[in-house]
């Protein structure tokens, strides 16, 4: 045998030489690993094995003793047992002389076939498991079980998870295998770190893991591969108690997942062809015939009902009388199959018979028992019905055939009757161009003689504008072989054209066809009347609405121009008087007078969508929450105010004070509407409008905030509803409002790409909804600026003044003037560019948009800024050109104020841009 000497199991051998007992410790068991002597000597009857390894004595065998050595080293791999193993001492010439040498070695790697001589033979000094000898029970234990067990497991102990696994479960590590053994788990298995580290942690941390199914991604063949697997993960401690590995039994489940779901698949295309099938299908089981599966057929033909789980009895009690539930049961008792065609069958409530082909096909188990009814059929009721038909009518055809003579005779004359008397132009012709037959109609209608109609191609007597549309009509018909209409002009004696809609439709064999035509002379005569009329309509109502508006507006400016003449006399009057003491009490009317009528203009404004906006993205929740102390001083106590806001409301992008003011105008006129008292809700939301919703709304489709404003007043009646937002219309008294409120927020919200929309019943209450787009942008937060006041002088700055109003140009230069500027003037845009071009000094240009001379404000500013880059732009506009100023889009530098302005307001404005950054 080879060399006993090296590493063996045991912590010591002990030598017993002479009587005496000397021992030589043994290094760490390396799990039974024969060492091959490196020398061997002979020498008369013995044998020496000196060890590889210091400190471990020799062993001298003599020849019978090596002989009967393998039968003498019994190893109890089961327990820790020293075996005695018979040696010669040295100096020993008997076989008596024999001393024992007790070895104990690791039993528990003596097992495991091949992977247990692997275990035995890897170096496990390298690893951070040490000598196996030092190794804890419970992994000894462990060990033992997996080198003994045919089914896969593995242990992963220590910090770095050191692998250690049996031969069961060395095929799952595919080409890793072989460098596998004692290195940590995701060393070998690094694509598995996400996946089972977590699992893996909440092992060592005592919670045990079991799963049934755990999908993993294995590279282990040198390929991304789908595995399977079902295994658990069971906490080990140490001698210590705490858990310092963990034990895993597995099994590969991948061929069986896989193979389930190629069935699974293989059955739900089965499935979905039963399902797609024409012919009706269900499957029956049990002796009760309870439905366990049927297809769209079957439930189209049954109607909508509860099928699967009930019986046939259950479902369809009419059918037991029917003699159809009997049938079911023979089949199922004998095991033999039915088949029957266009059998009659009453289903519910029918009125009818409806026919059907039947199988019934018994179903059967592995051992040959009827299990089910498989039932298969097509419903034939068409079929039948239809020959039926056609029995009766061959029936009838006999019957004609008896009496054809007369008839034909009686059709023909029919016939005859309906070609000669036809109001329409019927004809028959060819594809060639010609015309074979023509009622006498053609005559009626066009004045062309029979003979004229025959003997020229149909298409000369077309407009030859309608040449084109004729010939793609015919070939239309020839393409479809289906009748076909078209309209053209077509010639009559007199001269003149006649518009005809004609029918055609191809005859059999396919080179003729038969023609009618209808004059549409009275009816294009009657559309246009009726588009005449419809225009004056139109214009009717357009001149009504126009003095409508220009009635309201003379209304009440003349009362506003009446209180600003008046003052301005009686100031005249009081200043030639000596009177100076009134003068403040006509000025401050005057004012008023002239500020109400910048209000009146600007609702005008809003309603034809030509006001100057400043469009910012807004919080409408905030800006409603805002404004509820305001609304419900302004209400009234005895109206309550209620809000509801909604979570998450989008940002969208529009004039916050316009959007104020039109919530204030709703409430005032919920609270007019409900004089007794009563409940104000204002609601936001998020709204999606799809193409047809958005369609009846009149907006693109997309997103949409919305804020509803809703009473439970008197409402409205639907004629108030249709001309709500009609500028002046009110149904207030005389002297409360000006009917411009609606026209105003309908104005806005327009301009500012929504919509407003009334719903109101009579008695119930309104509700008023605006929709405004969604802006994709966080909605902006007013920050009070400081508030500094300006210098009330200039440093000599000068500023160019661009007006075509000299009355204004007049005003704004005494303000500059007064603030201590030096003032320009121009009267348009090429005066004033004469001046920028020039070398003159000028820190702030003051520009009308609307300018005479083919250059508006917003072309001059873009002029100055070529010439001057730096130059700071005020624009001044009486009207809205958000066109030219881009939609309120305004370059750094460039400020807009609106027409009629406040003169202290406008001198703050000149001030802070002067005395700004650029």
């Not at 598995?192 to 092992?203: F, I, N, S």
């Not at 005592?206 to 199914?213: E, G, I, R, S, T």
């Not at 077309?462 to 076909?484: F, I, V």
């Amino acid at each position: 045998m080879d060399a006993l000497v090296g590493r063996l199991n045991s912590p010591t051998v002990r030598l017993i030489r002479d009587g005496s007992r000397k021992t030589s410790p043994c290094p760490p068991p390396l799990a039974h690993k024969v060492t091959t002597p490196n020398k061997v000597k002979s020498a008369e009857r013995f044998t020496s094995y000196p060890s590889k390894r210091p400190g471990v004595w020799p062993i001298q065998l003599c020849e019978p003793a090596r002989a009967r050595l393998p039968s003498a080293l019994l190893l109890d791999n089961m327990a820790r047992q020293p075996v005695p193993v018979r040696e010669f001492d040295r100096g020993a010439k008997k076989d008596s002389q024999l001393n024992e040498t007790s070895i104990q070695p690791v039993p528990f790697l003596f097992a495991g076939g091949e992977m247990g001589a692997r275990l035995r033979d890897h170096d496990w000094e390298a690893t951070s498991l040490g000598t196996p000898d030092t190794w804890p029970g419970s992994l000894a234990t462990l060990v033992r079980v997996m080198l003994n067990s045919r089914q896969p497991m593995f242990v992963a102990w220590g910090p770095d998870r050191t692998l250690i696994y049996n031969e069961s479960y060395a095929p799952m590590l595919g080409t890793r295998e072989g460098a596998a053994l004692g290195r940590p788990f995701f060393d070998v298995w690094p694509e598995l770190r996400h996946e089972v580290g977590a699992l893996m942690d909440r092992v060592f941390a005592n919670d045990p893991v079991h799963m049934d199914d755990l999908k993993l991604t294995l590279h282990r063949n040198g390929y991304p591969e789908e595995a399977h697997f079902a295994f658990s993960y069971t906490p080990v401690p140490d001698d210590n108690g705490t858990v310092a590995g963990l034990f895993c039994a597995c099994i590969e489940t991948t061929r069986e997942v896989l193979a389930e779901r190629r069935e699974a698949d293989i059955n739900r295309r089965q499935r979905l062809l039963l399902q797609q099938m024409p012919g009706f299908v269900a499957v029956l089981a049990s002796p009760q015939h309870r439905y366990e599966y049927v297809n769209d057929a079957y439930v189209a033909l049954s109607g909508p009902r509860e099928l699967v789980g009930h019986t046939v009895r259950e479902v369809f009690p009419e059918l037991e009388r029917q003699g159809f539930i009997g049938l079911l049961d023979r089949v199922y008792a004998t095991g033999a199959p039915f088949t029957g065609r266009a059998l009659p069958i009453r289903i519910g409530n029918d009125y009818a018979d409806r026919f059907i082909d039947l199988l019934f096909q018994p179903v059967r188990d592995e051992a040959g028992d009827v299990t089910g009814i498989f039932v298969g059929g097509y419903d034939v009721t068409e079929r039948v019905l239809a020959q039926r038909a056609l029995e009766e009518s061959e029936a009838s055809l006999r019957e004609l055939n008896r009496t054809l003579e007369e008839r034909v005779a009686e059709r023909t004359a029919e016939r005859d009757r309906l070609w000669t008397l036809s109001e329409d132009m019927l004809a028959r012709a060819d594809l060639s161009g010609m015309m074979t037959a023509v009622s006498p109609a053609w005559t009626r209608v066009l004045g062309w003689s029979q003979t004229e109609l025959l003997e020229r191609p149909y298409a000369s007597f077309m407009h030859p504008d309608d040449e084109g549309p004729t010939l793609a009509g015919l070939a239309r018909m020839g393409e479809t072989k289906r009748p076909t209409r078209f309209e053209n002009r077509i010639a009559n004696a007199d001269g003149g054209w006649k518009p005809i809609e004609w029918t055609v439709a191809p005859e059999e064999d396919g080179v003729n066809f038969i023609a009618i035509g209808r004059d549409l002379s009275a009816v294009k005569a009657q559309e246009a009347e009726l588009a005449t009329v419809q225009d004056a309509l139109r214009q009717s109502q357009k001149m009504e609405a126009v003095g409508q508006l220009t009635g309201g507006l003379a209304h009440d400016f003349n009362n506003l121009l009446a209180g600003i003449t008046g003052s301005l006399e009686m100031m005249q009057s009081r200043i030639a008087q000596g009177r100076i003491g009134d003068i403040d009490r006509y000025m401050v009317g005057a004012q008023g007078a002239a500020k109400r009528a910048a209000a009146l203009t600007h609702r005008l404004l809003a309603f034809s969508r030509r006001q100057t906006l400043a469009p910012k993205p807004t919080d409408v929740n905030r800006l409603v929450r805002d404004m509820e102390e305001l609304i419900g001083r302004t209400v009234g106590p005895q109206i309550t105010v209620e809000s509801v806001a909604k979570a998450g409301l989008w940002t969208t992008l529009v004039d916050a004070p316009q959007l104020e003011n039109a919530l204030l105008n709703l409430c005032l006129n919920a609270r007019d509407a409900m004089p007794d008292g009563g409940r104000i809700k204002i609601e936001t939301d998020n709204e999606w409008l799809d193409e047809r919703s958005a369609r009846e709304r009149d907006l693109p489709p997309g997103q949409y905030v919305t804020m509803r404003v809703s009473d439970d007043g008197t409402g409205m009646p639907a004629d108030v509803i249709e001309r709500a937002f009609d500028p002046f219309f009110t149904t207030k008294p005389i002297g409360v409002g000006t009917g411009l409120g609606l026209s105003m927020i309908y104005g806005f919200v327009r301009q500012s790409g929504g919509q407003v929309r009334i719903h109101s019943e009579v008695d119930k209450g309104t509700m008023v909804c605006i929709s405004l787009p969604r802006h994709h942008a966080e909605a902006a937060v007013d920050v009070p600026a400081p508030q500094e006041a300006p210098d009330s002088g200039g440093a000599g700055e000068t500023v160019l003044v661009i007006d075509d109003e000299p009355l204004v140009r007049m005003l704004v230069v005494d303000v500059l003037e007064d603030l201590g500027y030096t003032a320009l003037e121009a009267g348009d845009g090429p005066q004033g560019l004469k001046v920028l071009r020039s070398d003159v000094r000028i820190d702030l240009l003051i520009t009308d948009v609307g300018l005479p001379n083919g250059m508006n404000g917003r072309q001059v500013a873009d002029a100055a800024r070529e010439i001057r880059p730096e130059l700071k732009v005020l624009f001044v506009t009486g009207y809205a050109e958000n066109a030219v100023l881009s939609n309120g889009q305004l370059d750094q530098g460039m400020q807009v104020v609106t027409k009629p302005f406040d003169m202290a307001a406008l001198a703050k404005r000149i001030t802070s841009m002067i005395a700004g950054p650029t």
